[in-house]
Structures are given as C-alpha cells and as structure tokens.
C-alpha cells in the first residue's frame, strides 16, 4: 500500500491518475445532483410546518454537511504532508480549499435565506452561524497563505499548519447547537429515520452529487496545480506539446 501511495507522490503519475478518473466522477456527480434536486424540489412533499420553504435543504444541507468534510480531508491530507514530507498531500490539500470556501459560501447564503422565513432575521450572531463563518475565514486564509510564499515548499508547510490548527473549529460546528442555546435547530438526523423517507432519500442524492461534484473540482484543480508547479519538467512540455497522453 505504501508503495502505491509513494507511487502517486510522482507528480506525472498522479496527473495522468486524475485525467482518467475525472470523467468518471463528473459523469455521476451530475446524474446524482440531478436525481436528487429533480426529486426534491419537485415530487417531495411540502413539509407540514415549513412548506415548501423547506426545499432549499436540498442545496443547503450538502453544502453545510461537505464544508466540514471537505475541511477534514484537507487536514489529512496537510498531516501527510507535513509528517511525511509528500509533496503532492499539500497540492492535494491546496486543491480542495476553493472548492470548501465555495461550498461554505453556499452553505451561509442558503442557510440565510432560511432562516429569513423561519427567524425573522437574515443573520444573527447565533453559534452555528458564526463558527461557519469562521471555517469560509479559515478557507481563504489558507488559500490566501499559500500565495504568500514563493517557494512552494514553505506555501505548503505554512498553509498545513494553519489547516491543522483550524481543525478545532470543526467539532464547535458541529456540537454548537448542542453545547449553546442557539436559534439554529438539531441534528436532522438526514442517515437516519428522523425525516419522511420521500424526503430523505433525494436529500441523499444530493449529498452523494455534492460529495462527487468536490472530487470531480479538486481532481482538475489538482491537475492544474501539478502542471504549474511542475512547468519546467520536460514532461509538462510533452503534455502541452500533446506528445503525451494526459
């Protein structure tokens, strides 16, 4: 397994891996939002105290949900690199981040807009929101750190440390409506039975789209990466030259 990972840490290697699997995951990534959102919004029913107000779950929940996930997967992927000095973990970590802003973005705005009917208030400095908050400020201090350095290898320490350092903040998101009293409600419990099943299973659909929507974004962004940092090696020039297969 080891071998198959130090294999991957191969920046040619890895980018010929993500040119073969990003069909793959665009292709279901669509079919599983589509499934999901043309279920939802229109052959669910409307719910029996927020109406159909409570439709725009099926774009808010996955992006709630995935900008934590997404927040996780970049910390693996920053200790990998800074404990075993893998090149590829902090493009792969620096990869995912504008894809968990944009997702945290969305997340803030549609839970807004929710809330709006439900609170009375577009905002308010309730603990689920703020600390959300707080991850979008984390993601673009990532993003803006590892443009600060010229030297890759510094951007990518420094950026893995802060990611590292950030990870506190997942498990307040994710207790807060249980450790305050705050306006945001519970634990829907969307794996579980807590829901109508006509509800919740394209509200898992979307969530499987969202999840398959990151990897498919963070694969070409990765492979954007890869060519940039790696310009000078001669197999770049294959690859724009189109002498070799991407």
Known sequence: MWKWIHQLGRPERLYQLCGRLI?????????????????????????????????????????????????????????????????????????????????????????????????????????????????LFLYMGVMALYQSFDDRRTAG??????????????????????????LHQG???ILQQAIAPSMRTPLRWAILGYLLLFVTLTLMRLRNLILYTERHRPWVADVANGGRKA
Do not use: C
């Open 187 to 189: 634990s829907s419990g």
């Open 157 to 182: 320490r420094a950026a893995g440390i802060l990611i590292l350092v950030g990870v506190v903040n997942l498990p307040i998101i994710h207790f807060s409506v249980q450790w305050w009293n705050t």
């Open 23 to 135: 069909p793959w995951f665009a292709v279901a990534g669509a079919a599983a939002l589509l499934l999901g959102w043309i279920w939802g919004f229109g052959f669910a029913p409307a719910d029996y105290q927020q109406g159909d107000s409570f439709r725009i779950m099926y774009i808010h929940v996955p992006a709630a949900m995935w900008s934590m996930g997404v927040y996780a997967a970049m910390a693996v992927a920053a200790f990998t690199g800074l404990v075993w000095q893998i090149k590829m973990a902090d493009l792969v970590s620096t990869a995912m981040a504008p894809v968990g802003a944009v997702f945290t973005f969305i997340a803030l705005i549609t839970g807004s807009a929710w809330g709006k009917p439900m609170w009375g208030t577009w905002w308010i400095w309730d603990a689920r929101l703020t600390s959300e908050l707080v991850l």
